[in-house]
């Protein structure tokens, strides 16, 4: 029997010559990459080492990544303090990947990865944070796991205990129509999966439409397979990913390429056309309530949000900033933009995106993970209503109970923000 | 034996069961003040209202979206135990690595109040007198419960690993 991509991983990082679903195996991690949750990890990692008479030292400082975006300018004192102890940290065991709150290498964990070159294809790649499933865009298996599990992968270079997931293949084939993007994409196929579908599974993406998406989608996309529940979307390395790492990543050279054998065993063969697909919208407060924007189209919101590791990448900056060019954002809304790293930010600046959209009345803030999470930049009052391009929308998710949050695309949010209700960007 | 204190349906999110607002506060020791800290049962359980060993029962998919390790140590602090019809991965996984104990009950149907055995075996219902099967934790993560965490279990693999002498 043919192995899945991620069979195919995992067999390479365990030096086997095969493994299949259900085995439990422990591969060794090509990447292991934290934020701000890494004054946790090493909490956890100091236990581990606590009166065993060892030094606790990781196992390669030059396999681990840290990226302040959570909290950055840190909000409160006691966020400074958790930076403080991971910068010791960082020194302390000549940790390379390190990016601290810069504007000259700054930015969100699941942009600056992709961005620095830091996830190759084929690669095993770990982070303390859900969305660490973006990185299969480059045709790595990349999965989220705690603090505790990254602390033992800090001392032992590996994961374990890992069971070997089974895999959904998802093909997309046909065109994504004008103003129709990634984003609507994905959330259709977590209505389709449910928040659940693909718990414990990864989700495989093949098809033209998958083929001819930038890496940018690709990011989207697997970025937002967790919200299905699958440990990891995964695109096969392919042509663009050759582009992207050479050009968008200064990865200089041929860089490796596996591709699912033929005979491979998928738990379930999910066909999307995208060709009829129309803007998606998850509504609250779960994100497989998805619904095509028609149905929700006139709905008041008072907070537009443009950005984050789902959305804030260059292609998205650039739609928003083409729909709201020369138009102003509706009166009693605001319009927030995170661009998800200072290269996106400062590109975004040279091309006049920034400017098109501050001129239109959006707030731009500083790249990081902004008021996704509720906890700063931007909590929303009782009663309030945001539509935002991120990527959760659970009761609560951005500060505030009291509110709802509608997910959608860059474009949805821009056309959005100009008539201060739900807007079809077709439309414009 | 041990009583209901809680019951909530699908898909209860880590931004539930620990709100992002607070996720600045890591320590163990540290998190269990924000237990589900905007539903009701975060006032009992500061107050120490409710027992070590009370049980939660949830429907499916119980600890979706983040990966965040405080929606696993905040419930851990009170000692609860989680009897769920499913668990979303990254929470289970938390929850085994530092022993908050879950239990997959795919049937389960009680009411707060209720007394409930949770055995290895199943779950059963005193209150209405209905029992329920239980599924196994998944293979991969039983080795580290049994070795009591995934920090004593590192730490005896980390200690294996080290060049003798």
């Not at chain 1, 991983?9 to 086997?16: C, E, S």
């Not at chain 1, 000259?104 to 294809?121: K, T």
């Not at chain 1, 982070?127 to 800090?154: C, N, P, Q, R, Y």
Request: aromatic share 6%; net charge neutral.
């Amino acid at each position: 029997m043919g192995m899945t991509i991620v069979e195919k991983i995992l067999a390479r990082a365990t030096g086997r010559s095969s493994v299949s679903a259900g085995d439990v195996v422990e591969p060794a991690v090509d990447l292991a990459m934290s934020h701000e949750n890494g004054a946790l990890v090493i909490n956890q990692f100091n236990e581990v080492y606590k009166g065993t008479g060892l030094e606790a030292r990781v196992w390669d400082p030059s396999k681990i990544a840290i990226i302040f975006d959570h909290r950055v300018p840190a909000e409160s004192s006691k966020t400074a303090t958790n930076q403080k102890k991971i910068r010791d940290f960082v020194a302390k065991q000549g940790i390379a990947r390190f990016h601290d709150v810069r504007g000259d290498e700054g930015g969100i964990c699941h942009q600056i990865l992709p961005e620095y070159g830091y996830v190759r294809p084929g690669g095993v790649v770990v982070g303390t944070d859900s969305h660490t499933t973006s990185h299969g865009a480059l045709g790595a298996f990349a999965f989220g796991i705690g603090a505790t599990e990254m602390a033992a992968v800090w001392a032992l270079g590996k994961v374990l205990n890992v069971e070997v997931p089974a895999t959904i293949k998802v093909v997309v084939d046909g065109h994504l129509p004008p103003h129709v993007l990634p984003k609507d994409l994905i959330l259709h196929l977590v209505g389709l999966l449910t928040a659940e579908g693909a718990n414990f599974q990864v989700i495989e993406f093949h098809g033209d439409a998958i083929r001819r998406m930038p890496t940018s989608g690709r990011l989207t996309i697997c970025n937002m397979s967790v919200e299905a529940g699958a440990t990891s979307g995964i695109v096969p390395a392919d042509d663009e990913t050759q582009r992207y790492l050479r050009e968008e990543a200064g990865v200089p050279g041929p860089s490796s390429r596996m591709a699912p054998d033929a005979d491979a065993l998928y738990s379930r063969v999910i066909e999307i056309d995208a060709t009829p697909l129309q803007p998606q919208i998850a509504c609250p407060h779960t994100v497989d309530n998805v619904k095509p924007v028609g149905a929700v189209a006139g709905t008041r919101v008072q907070q537009i949000v443009i950005g984050s590791c789902t959305n804030g990448r260059l292609d998205d900056l650039e739609i928003a900033a083409a729909i709201v060019k020369d138009k102003k954002i509706a009166q009693g809304v605001r319009m927030l933009v995170f661009p998800a790293s200072w290269r996106i930010y400062k590109e975004a600046m040279k091309r006049g995106y920034l400017m098109n959209l501050a001129e239109a009345g959006a707030v731009i803030v500083n790249p990081g993970c902004g008021c996704c999470l509720g906890v700063h930049q931007g909590a929303l009052g009782d009663g309030e209503v945001a539509l935002s391009t991120t990527n959760r929308n659970f009761k609560g998710r951005m500060g505030n109970p009291q509110s709802e949050v509608y997910l959608c695309s860059p474009a949805v949010a821009a056309a959005s923000a100009l008539q201060g209700t739900i807007t079809d960007p077709r439309g414009n | 034996m041990a009583q209901v204190v809680m019951t909530i349906g699908d898909d209860v999110s880590t931004d539930t069961i620990y709100p992002g607002r607070f996720m600045a506060t890591v320590l163990p020791g540290e998190t269990p003040q924000y237990a589900f800290a905007d539903l009701e049962i975060n006032a009992k359980l500061r107050e120490k209202k409710i027992p070590a060993g009370s049980v939660i029962v949830a429907g499916n998919n119980f600890g979706c979206g983040s990966s965040r390790e405080q929606a696993a140590s905040t419930l851990k602090g009170h000692e609860l135990v989680v009897v769920a019809k499913g668990f979303a991965r990254i929470f289970l996984q938390n929850s085994c690595n530092l022993g908050l104990r879950t239990v997959i009950c795919p049937d389960i149907e009680a009411s707060e109040g209720d007394e409930l055995e949770v055995g290895t075996d199943g779950v059963a219902n005193k209150t209405t007198g209905r029992t329920f099967r239980i599924e196994p934790l998944p293979k991969a993560r039983q080795a580290i419960i049994d070795a009591g965490g995934l920090i004593a279990y590192t730490r005896k693999r980390v200690m294996e690993s080290a060049p003798r002498g």
